[in-house]
């Protein structure tokens, strides 16, 4: 039996999830030229490119991107720094599709400090400069729910 959702493409089959996922490549990624090459390893483990962008995002949408984070850490005083430098420049979104696409983008993601993931690959490393813990060269939607709310901020028509 396959079902679709109306807000977004989530298809199930028996039990296996077809979604569509958010990932945003990051300024200074951009800036560093490997927005390809992260493409290419998103691609490469099996999610398909459904849609994609070049911008330079406004604060308005930086803010409601990271709202969860912004409503999470108000008061800490890296917030203004996490929008700032989500809006120093372009950014690549695009949106992937495949099975359990959230999770999976997620795992290839990873952290700044796994040479194994994006983020460790193409991050910036403490000391590499004042905002390093902000340049980890991609966003990603952390689940089904944000990818929905995040897909329909760049991309209103999908």
């Given at each position: 039996?396959?079902?679709?959702?109306?807000?977004l493409k989530v298809v199930k089959r028996g039990f296996t999830?077809?979604?569509?996922?958010?990932?945003?490549?990051?300024?200074?990624?951009?800036?560093?030229?490997?927005?390809?090459?992260?493409?290419?390893?998103?691609?490469?483990?099996?999610?398909?490119?459904?849609a994609f962008r070049k911008l330079t995002m406004t604060k308005?949408?930086?803010?409601?991107?990271?709202?969860?984070?912004?409503?999470?850490?108000?008061?800490?005083?890296?917030?203004?720094?996490?929008?700032?430098?989500?809006?120093?420049?372009?950014?690549?979104?695009?949106?992937?599709?495949?099975?359990?696409?959230?999770?999976?983008?997620?795992?290839?993601?990873?952290?700044?400090?796994?040479?194994?993931?994006?983020?460790?690959?193409?991050?910036?490393?403490?000391?590499?400069?004042?905002?390093?813990?902000?340049?980890?060269?991609?966003?990603?939607?952390?689940?089904?729910?944000?990818?929905?709310?995040?897909?329909?901020?760049?991309?209103?028509?999908?």
């Amino acid at each position: 039996m396959i079902t679709m959702s109306v807000t977004l493409k989530v298809v199930k089959r028996g039990f296996t999830m077809i979604e569509m996922t958010l990932c945003v490549i990051k300024p200074h990624a951009m800036l560093a030229g490997v927005d390809r090459e992260i493409l290419k390893i998103i691609q490469d483990s099996g999610l398909r490119f459904y849609a994609f962008r070049k911008l330079t995002m406004t604060k308005d949408q930086a803010k409601e991107l990271y709202r969860e984070h912004l409503n999470d850490h108000s008061k800490d005083s890296w917030t203004p720094d996490l929008i700032r430098c989500a809006t120093e420049g372009k950014v690549l979104v695009a949106v992937f599709e495949g099975e359990n696409a959230v999770k999976r983008c997620r795992t290839l993601m990873g952290g700044i400090d796994d040479p194994n993931t994006i983020r460790g690959k193409f991050g910036e490393h403490e000391g590499d400069s004042p905002d390093w813990r902000f340049h980890n060269a991609i966003h990603g939607s952390d689940s089904v729910e944000s990818a929905i709310r995040e897909i329909k901020l760049f991309f209103p028509d999908l």
